[in-house]
């Protein structure tokens, strides 16, 4: 399967508990973004990445969230201190951007699903 | 502001037969982008079709085409030939050049097929 890869799937944690998930983009994309999706609701986007650089941040990215993108490929966003508030689909999509393309699509992978009790 | 506007929460539609999902949406930037993604109960987000500001047709992909009306700002979705895997939620988000780096997404619509 070549398509982009979220991990976990689903994640329970206590509120007050760090969590992390790791999204892995489709090879050679060069962006990636992350977004968050509650119930009944469209995504909303959270940041994306070019390459290792992280190039924008929504202000729904408090300072309780981190993004990194270390080598350019996959992907880590980290929540500390959870709050319930922070439950939701944490969607992770790719795209590869080339010099006078239009608009790129973006392929999403499957979520993680975080549940802070 | 509300960017891109789905007024049909949930929509029904006989298997074999066609459906409009509608979209209308706001912006002042005469350039951007249209997209329309499926996302099933399993929760991936798979894309559909894209119809640019400035394409002069409407976009066609298989069993989807974008009924696109630039002066009503709306980009309505339709679906020929429904088949029971058509069931799912469907978004419909638009990017903007100004701000080409955020995807707005509508509340989705719940399409269901009925056999």
């Known amino acids: 399967d070549t398509g982009v890869s979220q991990n976990p799937r689903h994640k329970i944690t206590k509120r007050g508990q760090n969590v992390t998930f790791r999204c892995d983009p489709i090879s050679e994309h060069n962006r990636l973004y992350w977004y968050r999706q509650t119930l009944g609701q469209g995504p909303e986007f959270l940041t994306y990445f070019q390459n290792e650089a992280q190039l924008e941040k929504s202000r729904l990215l408090s300072d309780r969230f981190s993004a990194e993108r270390p080598k350019g490929s996959f992907s880590t966003l980290e929540i500390q201190r959870t709050e319930q508030g922070d439950s939701a689909m944490y969607l992770c999509a790719s795209s590869l951007v080339t010099r006078g393309q239009g608009w790129e699509t973006q392929y999403f992978g499957p979520g993680t699903r975080l549940l802070v009790l | 502001a509300q960017k891109i506007t789905q007024t049909q929460p949930g929509m029904f539609v006989q298997e074999k037969e066609a459906v409009t999902l509608d979209c209308t949406y706001d912006?002042?930037?005469?350039?951007?982008?249209l997209f329309w993604y499926k996302q099933p109960s399993s929760g991936e987000m798979i894309f559909l079709i894209y119809q640019g500001s400035y394409d002069q047709q409407n976009a066609t992909e298989g069993r989807y085409s974008l009924n696109f009306q630039k002066a009503r700002k709306s980009a309505n979705l339709v679906i020929s030939a429904s088949q029971l895997g058509d069931s799912a939620m469907y978004f419909c988000?638009?990017?903007?050049?100004?701000?080409?780096?955020?995807?707005?997404f509508g509340a989705g619509t719940r399409l269901t097929v009925k056999p």
């Open positions: 912006t002042s930037d005469p350039s951007y982008g």
């Open positions: 988000a638009m990017r903007e050049a100004y701000n080409n780096n955020d995807m707005r």
